[in-house]
């Protein structure tokens, strides 16, 4: 795709020149407002500033039928003092409501002495981690509407059975400015694209649906028609092919995870148990584990908050941390937790760059960016080849865990009966039922198929985008629940 | 935090401007929804404050129609610029929008139900008494057995929040709207293995919650699952708790609107007038219950709320509408267009489900079961529990029922079923019903027969 249509942004960044975003306020005042949070005690105050505009079209019944957008902005105000942390946010984006913001959290603290603040350096900004050649509010609108029309026709085009086609298109644009009191200051451009299709495929009294999607942390070239003629292929392809399905039957046997998708069993059986807020409460089965082998010896994992122009990606986390790719499990053995700033001073570890929010309305916890389990060196075809029965889930439906204990229950919304060392027929109504630690023991095989998928996940009330992935990957034995 | 500087968004005068404003613009019509609240969060963890979070919210939507067009914008900035913009880029999502002749307004009623949520006394307490109340949850969470291990998060919130609504054909309200609740999320340990609990309290003000009796429930519901393992596979009588009872009732509810019937993505459709469960079973919609977290005077785009059976006495008596989809069936709207925030257009959802029935001792039901398993936890329900094919297939935790006893805890079952089977299995309903505040649910015990429980 050509640049041609997008609306040139002005040239990078330059730290402290002034010409930057910065949410209508100066340095003056948020360096003032650092002081004005401290003023009745505190040892850490932090001031976040956002603005962030959307964009969001659907198609369904062959009608554009959803266009909808806007802009919210704000200022959140967070002071901490010992272990407790005051917040205060407004969406009144000017320095009297930040004023106000900081004067609330003073007056909820008020025990203690004056606390400092340093002065604030340059702001720092690294506009190169996540390009973005196609500004994406620059295209125009109608190009976008294009996108759903070339998807819902690929979707009905796959076969006559398809009954319904929902195509969604987002797009957004979060600008942010982060001070605190430690003298930091960090601005991030952030610009997201997504694509989604679902279909609904009907035979008989037998309902499926799909569900595809594509985005990440880059501009409109990560789109074109192809693109969503493609997921929209792909996602009537899963409502068809289990039009045939039958009842899954309940049991215990070896399961195959497809690449992609399944990576969001490692993201919820494990990597929620790895976020220090857990850890730090002794919430999680993983606490107190570090160095101890907790999957099988052919597993490395890893979540990697700079990877480039992932969907989980950004060029700082939301307390102005550098991201990074951290190593959390090491040839079977767990090598590290996932830290925002508050809970690694805890921990005496340095923060990881996995302190996140959904909004300046919401105080940064730890949060995972884009988790996955690494490639191994076996193939797809071996390892189904090497499963004389077996389940193989193609696809998950999402789930849920309790992280204190690792129990999880997931849908599969794409299964399929292994036999014989060959994928035989698909399975309808199929859940994996376990806990992370088992499951990730019982990992056998590993293929070298990496795929990486876009989501949202919601923690405390708060959602924000995630990558999972992992290769294709063989669990010796794991509960399915069926209705057979 | 509770003064701010800018034109309040909750006054109709100042969302009649916007309405000129849009008209003047293009617009043929044009409605404003404005939104506001003041909000506290408290989080308390071993006897202290964790968290302590004050919010101002306001926010304006925008939805106009254009050459039959739906055009839809929203903006946190409420003053002069930031209504401009709102309004040019509410008219230019309606350029690209396909016409659509169900794409209406809500036109004016006969004025609304006298339905009260506004209680001043949320502001009785102040923050060091809220805070007091999340530490005595706590408290008798952690007093009450000494196999509580922790309670990961306990939470007290509250909010005072408003609405207005203005349209160019007539729609004008406004109203305040109170609530507050405890929560909290138990751990129970046992010999290595962790069990959790929670439980909530709900109301309009806080003096009115009961922080002891919170505290137990959570710490009861974790420490009676300790010692859990798998059982058999059997097919029995499954009695699901009111919290259960609630996960599922919001998928039914989702599955009753005529959003999910004229999309074909409801297993009701064309059921309309037929027996669809056990004779037992009453459900409402009821978006003007006293109590109801999800109760006011109109929904969120000016249609008066009211009650609407769903299921009465067994038998499918119809579904929920907004406007729009009112339209397209011939039909009027039951008052359940509602939107999540001030940034989405209105949808069908319902406002409180309320299930009735004849009540049967809690104890009762139990032993009237010979085997069977009593439902304290369910995981996967929302991905488990297809409105669509109707098939249902959850993660359960819960208590062994033999002979009418309650004996072994369960953990790593699976309950299955599908929807109508187990809408037409009910067999009895408890004298617990009680609000569920995830949707807003209030439902007894529930006791299902016909269900596969799996195990090992």
């Known amino acids: 795709m050509s640049g041609q249509d997008g609306r040139e942004r002005p040239a990078a960044d330059v730290a402290g020149t002034g010409a930057e975003w910065h949410g209508g306020i100066d340095a003056g005042a948020l360096h003032s407002a650092l002081g004005r949070a401290l003023t009745r005690g505190g040892d850490f105050a932090e001031i976040y500033v956002e603005e962030r505009d959307t964009l969001g079209m659907r198609r369904e019944d062959r009608q554009v039928d959803q266009v909808t957008g806007g802009r919210e902005s704000g200022v959140g105000v967070r002071l901490c003092d010992g272990e407790r942390t005051y917040y205060a946010h407004s969406d009144e984006l000017s320095e009297a409501g930040l004023f106000r913001a900081a004067d609330t959290v003073a007056a909820a603290c008020g025990r203690g002495a004056p606390g400092s603040v340093v002065d604030l350096g340059g702001v720092r900004s690294e506009p190169g981690r996540h390009p973005v050649a196609v500004p994406p509010e620059g295209v125009a609108i109608e190009r976008k509407r294009a996108l759903l029309e070339a998807g819902d026709e690929a979707a009905r085009a796959a076969g006559g059975e398809v009954v319904q086609v929902t195509v969604s298109y987002g797009e957004g644009r979060q600008r942010i400015l982060i001070v605190n009191s430690e003298g930091d200051a960090v601005r991030d451009d952030r610009t997201r694209v997504r694509l989604m299709t679902n279909v609904v495929a009907h035979r008989g009294d037998v309902i499926q649906t799909g569900y595809e999607s594509l985005g990440g942390s880059i501009g409109f070239e990560l789109l074109d028609e192809s693109a969503a003629e493609r997921v929209a292929r792909a996602a009537a392809q899963k409502a068809l092919a289990m039009l045939a399905a039958s009842p899954a039957p309940a049991g215990s046997m070896p399961v195959v995870l497809a690449n992609g998708f399944g990576g969001v069993l490692f993201h919820e059986a494990c990597g929620h148990g790895l976020e220090a807020d857990a850890i730090v409460k002794g919430a999680s089965i993983y606490a107190g584990k570090l160095g101890e082998m907790v999957a099988a010896p052919i597993v490395d994992a890893y979540d990697d908050g700079s990877l480039p122009n992932g969907w989980g990606s950004a060029a700082f986390d939301d307390e102005g941390v550098t991201t990074a790719r951290t190593k959390v499990i090491d040839g079977g053995r767990l090598c590290g937790y996932l830290y925002d700033r508050r809970h690694a001073g805890r921990l005496g570890a340095s923060p990881s760059g996995n302190g996140r929010r959904q909004s300046f309305r919401h105080v940064p916890i730890p949060r995972m960016t884009t988790t996955y389990i690494d490639s191994g060196d076996a193939t797809p075809d071996e390892i189904i080849a090497a499963t004389p029965r077996g389940f193989y889930a193609r696809s998950l439906a999402g789930g849920q865990v309790e992280p204190a204990s690792g129990a999880f229950v997931f849908g599969v919304s794409e299964g399929y009966l292994i036999e014989g060392g060959r994928i035989t027929r698909p399975l309808r109504g199929a859940t994996l039922i376990g806990s992370g630690i088992d499951i990730l023991n019982r990992i056998d095989m590993i293929a070298a198929d990496m795929d990486i998928k876009s989501g949202m996940c919601g923690k405390d009330g708060q959602a924000v985008p995630v990558g999972t992935g992992q290769p294709t990957l063989r669990i010796a034995e794991m509960t399915i629940g069926g209705t057979a | 935090m509770s003064a701010r500087e800018g034109p309040d968004v909750t006054a109709a005068e100042h969302l009649d401007r916007i309405v000129e404003a849009a008209q003047a613009a293009g617009a043929d019509e044009a409605e404003v929804f404005g939104q506001r609240s003041v909000s506290r969060r408290i989080k308390v963890f071993g006897g202290d404050v964790e968290e302590l979070d004050q919010a101002v919210r306001q926010g304006l939507g925008l939805r106009v129609l254009q050459a039959g067009a739906v055009g839809y914008a929203y903006t946190s900035d409420v003053t002069g610029p930031g209504v401009e913009e709102l309004v040019c ?368």
């Open chain 2, 89 to 456: 880029r509410a008219l230019a999502h309606a350029a690209v929008t396909d016409p659509d002749e169900h794409a209406l307004l809500a036109t004016p009623g006969d004025g609304y139900p006298p339905v009260d949520v506004h209680d001043p006394r949320l502001d009785d307490l102040s923050i060091e008494q809220k805070i007091g109340l999340a530490r005595d949850t706590e408290r008798a969470a952690l007093d009450h057995d000494p196999r509580v291990k922790l309670v990961e998060d306990t939470i007290y919130a509250d909010a005072d929040a408003g609405v207005a609504l203005v349209s160019s054909l007539g729609v004008r309200g406004s109203y305040r709207e109170d609530d507050c609740y405890l929560f909290l999320y138990v751990l129970a340990e046992l010999d290595g293995a962790v069990e959790t609990g929670i439980a909530y309290d709900v109301g309009r003000y806080p003096a009115g919650l009961d922080a002891g009796a919170c505290g137990i429930e959570a710490a009861t519901r974790a420490c009676r699952l300790l010692g859990a393992r798998a059982c058999p596979s059997f097919k029995g009588t499954a009695v699901l708790e009111p919290y259960v009872a609630a996960s599922v009732l919001n998928v039914l509810g989702s599955a009753l609107t005529a959003e999910a019937v004229q999309k074909g993505r409801s297993l009701f459709a064309r059921l309309e007038g037929t027996p669809v469960a056990a004779p037992i079973v009453t459900l409402l919609d009821d978006g003007t219950h006293p109590q109801g977290l999800a109760s006011a005077p109109f929904d969120d785009e000016g249609t008066a709320c009211r009650r609407t059976p769903l299921i009465s006495a067994g038998v499918l008596q119809g579904f929920l509408y907004d406007v729009r989809t009112a339209h397209k069936a011939g039909r009027t709207s039951t008052g359940n267009g509602l939107r999540g925030s001030y940034q989405a257009l209105p949808s069908v959802r319902p406002t409180n489900l309320v299930l009735e029935g004849p009540a049967t001792p809690a104890a009762q039901i139990v032993a009237g079961i010979e085997h069977g398993v009593l439902v304290t936890d369910a995981v996967g329900v929302h991905s488990g529990a297809n409105p669509v094919s109707g098939e249902f297939s959850v993660g359960i935790s819960g208590i062994l029922i033999e002979n009418g006893r309650l004996t072994q805890p369960l953990r790593e079952v699976t309950l299955s079923s599908d929807i109508l089977s187990m809408l037409k299995g009910v067999v009895a309903l408890g004298d617990d019903a009680r609000w569920v505040p995830s949707g807003s649910v209030l439902v007894p015990s529930v006791a299902i027969e016909g269900m596969s429980i799996g195990g090992t």
